[in-house]
């Protein structure tokens, strides 16, 4: 808020025409509607006499240099865009540069002025564009010292691609420091500076491992939607996630395991004999193979724990005894060819 929006504020607050004011400061009527409007600034010797005539701190008087509302930094940031379409962009950057110097600690103005000034010199493909690079580099290093955790990354984030352009690939990798460990942006652009640097094996360790927790995260939203489908008895939706989180695993080649976990439980709930004989002869016959990725393509340069045969034999033990359980699986007690699958296993 400008100095001029602070003293109308508080002088309509206190019920007070610009002529009161104007006579309890001994200063023109005219001077003070200057104020408000803008159009110029009250004399640094009436600072105080003003902020104890609205009872107000010097600080508040004074907010215009701190603080802005999310709505005024996005008009400000807008107005830059617009310019851009128009303007020369050396004229847009001093215009937009003096606005930041008016808001000196509104880092999230001058976080968003920065990313809106880079990117459109990028898109205008702007002559000369690298002598505005020492500005922006330094506003966005000071950034980083933000003690808002958005503004540090977001700060972070625009210098890695920064010096990615400008292929200065260990400066990039310093960036990633202030990314938080559990970001997969992190990972991601840490396995993009890996190949830039030929750094191949690295590089696809990093991108396998962001695969291979990906399939976790959209395995485990995949089959909570078909859990409540189900509970809700929405058969048909409840089938049409089933297929997703089938091929899904084929996608991320999981195992044949994983393609039939939601298809038994749909066929659980649908009672259907046939079908839950194929998932159950699926999960018995590939059990051996959960967590075996070793020969898998798609994650040849991780490592896995290999498991035990012991922790195999009493997973297979365990799901024997899962379709053993008489209440769960009573609609298939009188097949022959069930029986016969748990005499087998």
């Known amino acids: 808020m400008r100095i001029g929006q602070v003293i109308r504020k508080y002088r309509k607050r206190r019920d007070m025409t610009q002529e009161e004011m104007a006579e309890r400061l001994g200063v023109s009527a005219p001077a003070v509607n200057k104020w408000e409007n803008g159009n110029s600034m009250p004399d640094i010797m009436l600072l105080a006499p003003i902020a104890r005539l609205l009872d107000i701190s010097l ?3 004074l907010s215009f240099e701190k603080e802005l509302t999310d709505l005024e930094i996005n008009e400000l940031v807008g107005t830059v ?10 004229e847009v950057f001093r215009w937009a540069k003096k606005k ?26 702007v002559e000369d564009a690298a002598q505005y690079d020492v500005f922006l580099c330094s506003t966005w290093e000071r950034l980083l010292g933000s003690s808002e955790e958005y503004v540090r990354t977001t700060a972070a984030d625009a210098l890695y691609g920064l010096y990615v352009r400008r292929e200065q690939y260990e400066k990039a990798g310093k960036c990633l420091d202030y990314l938080s460990a559990q970001n997969p942006e992190k990972k991601r652009k840490q396995a993009f500076l890996y190949a830039k640097e030929g750094k191949n094996v690295e590089a696809c360790k990093l991108y396998e491992e962001l695969l291979f927790n990906s399939y976790q995260i959209l395995s ?23 297929d997703k989180t089938a091929q899904l695993a084929r996608l991320f080649e999981m195992g044949a395991y994983q393609e039939y976990v939601a298809r038994l439980e749909l066929a659980q709930a649908q009672k259907d004999v046939e079908t839950t004989l194929l998932c159950a002869e699926k999960m018995i016959e590939s059990s051996g193979q959960v967590g075996n990725y070793e020969n898998v393509k798609l994650y040849e340069h991780m ?3 290999e498991l035990s045969g012991e922790f195999i034999d009493g997973m297979r033990e365990k799901l024997t005894a899962f379709f053993r359980d008489e209440e769960e699986f009573a609609y298939m007690k009188e097949n022959a060819q069930w029986k016969e699958l748990l005499a087998r296993s």
Request: net charge negative.
């Open 220 to 242: 485990s939203i995949l089959y909570s939607m078909f859990s409540m489908t189900l509970q809700e008895k929405n058969m048909e939706k409840a089938a049409y996630l089933s």
């Open 59 to 61: 600080n508040e008087l």
């Open 81 to 90: 865009n617009k310019k851009m379409e128009s303007e020369d962009y050396a």
């Open 100 to 125: 930041m110097e008016q808001f000196p600690n509104c880092e999230h103005l001058h976080l968003y002025m920065c990313i809106t000034l880079d990117g459109g010199r990028i898109v205008r493909e």
């Open 303 to 305: 490592s896995f724990r």
